[in-house]
């Protein structure tokens, strides 16, 4: 069974730092690209940032140089530290796995983070 459990999320002041994590498990963690998105109430899922297994990374234009996505293959874990956060990155962030292999895209439950003073 796969899952994929966010954690971090939560309520930070504007300028301030969270760091998310998702913890793999049912997966080959390497043969996935990991990544985090988000939706905003009213809005469409956006990505915000993805990292292969051999560590190439891409990122939204509206979180370059503020946020980085990171990985750990051996504890299965993808990481997200945001940083310098405005209201704006407000949403509730999705961790997510895309198998290069196929099999479709999986999806964990969500963390709200909310900036807001």
Do not use: H
């Not at 043969?31 to 469409?44: C, F, H, I, L, V």
């Not at 704006?88 to 983070?113: E, H, I, K, L, M």
Request: proline fraction near 3%; hydrophobic fraction near 30%.
């Amino acid at each position: 069974q796969v899952q994929l459990v966010e954690s971090g999320g939560g309520l930070v002041q504007p300028g301030g730092s969270l760091r998310l994590s998702c913890v793999a498990s049912g997966i080959i963690f390497s043969w996935n690209t990991m990544g985090w998105y988000r939706q905003a109430p009213g809005k469409e899922r956006e990505l915000v940032a993805t990292i292969t297994n051999g560590g190439d990374r891409n990122y939204a234009d509206s979180v370059k140089g503020r946020f980085a996505i990171s990985r750990d293959n051996v504890r299965n874990t993808v990481y997200l530290q945001m940083n310098s956060l405005n209201p704006n990155d407000t949403a509730v962030y999705y961790c997510s796995a895309a198998n290069r292999y196929g099999g479709g895209t999986r999806w964990g439950q969500g963390t709200q983070v909310t900036v807001s003073s």
